[in-house]
């Protein structure tokens, strides 16, 4: 029943965030740069929050995991600062998400149920940002950040199926 919760939770808290993000439904026109540098840093933000939260409660596997990537975060947002500063955009100051709020609540989860809302949180995380880059490189306004996009799908995909396998897994 909890990981049911969290699950609710999580696409109710990808709901929210990709209300308050901006981001645009498929028949509606492309995002632009600045919102997919936002976008990203949102994302990054989200992998960094979990990082904390494991910190709090969670077993060597999950710290793992989020340390891991949490420092893949950090080297995005550095080749994605890059990007930014050649754009000369500045990326709105959106919505942080809040990788506690997706979780059951840590203090009140025992050990399997934390791990499989770990993963659960990951999930639809992981899928708003990879459409938001697929729509981005449908029309892309910038060549730097198009390039950026194609690098960082692959790894994103390869991820999120990773994170739904050990779910399924737990």
């Not at 993000?21 to 990203?40: F, H, K, M, Q």
């Not at 990951?122 to 910038?142: C, F, M, V, W």
């Amino acid at each position: 029943m909890r990981v049911l919760a969290a699950i609710i939770l999580a696409f109710i808290n990808t709901a929210a965030l990709a209300d308050s993000a901006g981001e645009r439904s498929l028949g509606e026109r492309p995002p632009t740069a600045i919102e997919v540098i936002s976008g990203a840093y949102n994302f990054s933000r989200f992998q960094q929050g979990l990082l904390e939260n494991t910190d709090l409660k969670g077993n060597a596997e999950v710290k793992n995991l989020a340390a891991l990537r949490a420092e893949e975060a950090a080297k995005r947002d550095k080749s994605l600062k890059e990007v930014q500063e050649a754009i000369g955009a500045e990326p709105r100051a959106g919505k942080a998400s809040s990788s506690t709020a997706s979780l059951v609540a840590p203090e009140m989860s025992d050990g399997p149920t934390y791990v499989r809302s770990f993963y659960a949180a990951q999930i639809p995380e992981y899928e708003s940002i990879i459409g938001l880059l697929e729509r981005y490189l449908k029309a892309p306004d910038n060549a730097a950040l198009a390039a950026f996009a194609r690098e960082q799908l692959p790894m994103l995909r390869s991820q999120v199926r990773d994170a739904e396998r050990t779910m399924a897994d737990k």
